[in-house]
């Protein structure tokens, strides 16, 4: 008798195969649906590689590049292969992937005594080739689980000391270690399954490192035009400085930090080089030649942009000028007249939502010294109000503005630019779980956001999560685009966060069942929030962005 499995497909229809095919012979079933190459599968709401075989009637849904799991499966995958070929052309290279820039990754290739170089736009053309030649060669990545014993004494041997400080804290008795090419390594997430899905890409020269550039996920056959970001870079390698500071550059940094006791350290320091720094753009803005009269305050969500904006104030008031707020919120159009999105529901997030017209002409007056009612609006009503508010503000006041659109020139079309003070503001983490596994900033956002939706908003995990693709979409469109745009821009990031946020994201996102495909980033999340160990709150000031998301700030 024939051993028959039934497989379930998003579009209903249902398929036998034999007990114990692999994902990827069914995928050749299914790649003609797909514009780009099928690089996994969500099996019963679980993630899984396409190497993996199917014993039980199972509900399958194939992922290429042009969803979110694909393009971290590539990506990855990608990743693995540029060390590959790093080390093949520079033999005991140290290489560092540092953070996200430019639609791709800041990479480094580290000298070493056999290899005193700083990089060139020709190393990195080699390295470049040699990718080339390694996705021509079609090699295999091939996933082992080993007990952690057996893993540090491999990573030992290589040299890979930073997996072995992963060990130290690691609570699972083993770990996935991917192969190819007769190199080992450990990585935090799926791989694709050889190096023959791997055709698109490029290395682009960024001194004194270089980019890893690949296909978004909106396009997945196309490298994206190359845009210059001067500024980002510049504030992660701030950043990158702030960490050898408080000698935090990897997570086991920072649990030992807490084991040795010194936690509460860190803390002060961490915010120490906060104050310092919103201290630094107060000067900026009162020494300005140009007199600002404007600051406008942008950046994605769950950034602590409400706190930063109150210790600006703060620091402002010490240089002798009296800030007021304006809220961009107050200049929503009627609800009747705000614009739909795709879907035919009010989209909030456009800047076509907002009657720029009229803000302008508030905002103009009262930077001409003139006595200007303001509205209100009425969220319950969804209409503006005019109720007989009124301002003026004197030659020593200035006017904060917080708001996504803040860095977009449209907003403020009607102001003379010398006036204007824009300041992009994101938590930008330079830390890695090691040097290749980087933490991605929108995963930090996100851990606050949903700390801050349960400590503030009665909302779930579960609920948070499935708005948040929602939420990175409206940044693509109204945030990213204007960033460089910004006069100065503010990391507000805490080496020392995600310890404490732990303790409540974790609970949340262990609620959330696999009867839904939103456990798939909830698994992801909490295999990432296992990497640190937990941290008390007691000792964060009360005026720490942090506490914007933990609940014990002083400005609310």
Request: with cysteine; proline share 3%; charged share 30%.
């Amino acid at each position: 008798m024939i051993d028959n499995i039934k497989v379930t497909f998003p579009d209903g229809m249902e398929k036998e195969y034999l007990r114990g095919i692999k994902l990827i012979d069914i995928a050749k079933d299914f790649q003609h649906q797909h514009k780009s190459e099928i690089l996994g599968a969500i099996v019963n709401n679980d993630l899984k590689e396409l190497w993996k075989e199917l014993n039980e009637d199972s509900k399958v849904e194939f992922i290429d590049r042009g969803t979110s799991y694909g393009n971290r499966f590539y990506a990855r995958s990608l990743v693995f292969l540029f060390i590959i070929a790093a080390k093949e052309v520079f033999t005991g290279c140290k290489v560092t992937v540092e953070h996200s820039l430019s639609k791709g990754y800041y990479c480094e290739v580290h000298k070493t005594m056999e290899n005193d170089f700083p990089l060139t736009e020709e190393d990195v053309t080699k390295i470049e080739e040699k990718m080339h030649e390694l996705v021509r060669m079609e090699l295999p990545f091939i996933k082992t689980r080993m007990d952690n014993a057996d893993a540090m004494e491999l990573f030992k041997k290589t040299g890979q000391y930073d997996k072995i400080a992963i060990l130290k804290y690691r609570e699972k008795k083993y770990m996935n270690v991917y192969s190819c090419f007769g190199y080992h390594d450990y990585f935090y997430g799926y791989m694709v399954p050889s190096t023959a899905y791997l055709k698109t890409f490029e290395l682009r020269f960024y001194a004194p490192g270089l980019i890893l550039r690949f296909p978004e996920k909106s396009n997945p056959a196309v490298i994206p035009a190359f845009v210059e970001q001067k500024k980002l870079f510049n504030i992660f390698r701030e950043f990158e400085k702030w960490g050898k500071i408080l000698e935090i550059e990897n997570i086991s940094n920072l649990n030992d930090a807490i084991v040795e006791n010194r936690f509460q350290e860190l803390i002060y320091t961490a915010e120490a080089l906060h104050e310092k720094k919103i201290a630094r753009i107060a000067d900026l803005i009162s020494n300005s030649p140009d007199k600002k009269k404007i600051v406008l305050i942008a950046g994605p969500s769950s950034s602590g942009k409400t706190t930063f904006a109150q210790r600006l104030a703060v620091q402002l008031r010490v240089n002798g000028i009296r800030p007021i707020s304006i809220s961009i919120d107050d200049y929503f159009k009627n609800r009747e007249d705000s614009p739909l999105d795709e879907n035919g529901e009010y989209d909030f997030e456009t800047i076509d939502s907002i009657d720029i017209e009229t803000f302008n002409d508030v905002m103009t007056r009262l930077i001409k010294g003139e006595l200007v009612e303001v509205p209100t609006y009425n969220f319950h009503k969804g209409i503006r109000e005019w109720t007989g508010k009124k301002l003026k503000i004197a030659e020593d006041q200035i006017i904060i503005v917080e708001g996504i659109h803040g860095l977009n020139e449209i907003l403020t079309h009607d102001i003379p630019k010398e006036k204007k003070f824009k300041v992009y503001i994101s938590a930008l983490t330079h830390l890695g779980v090691d040097n290749y596994n980087r933490i991605p900033t929108s995963d930090l956002r996100l851990i606050r956001r949903i700390v801050r939706d349960f400590q503030f908003r009665g909302t779930d995990a579960l609920s948070t999560i499935k708005r948040w693709d929602s939420v990175r979409r409206g940044e693509d469109k109204y945030i990213y685009p204007y960033q460089e745009e910004a006069d100065v821009m503010f990391n507000s990031s805490l080496a020392y966060e995600l310890c404490v946020l732990k303790k409540v994201a974790l609970p949340q996102l262990l609620m959330i069942n696999n009867d839904v495909t939103e456990y798939i980033e909830a698994k992801r999340l909490i295999k990432f929030l296992n990497y640190f160990i937990s941290a008390e709150s007691v000792g964060i000031p009360t005026n720490s962005i942090l506490q914007e998301f933990l609940g014990q700030s002083c400005f609310f």
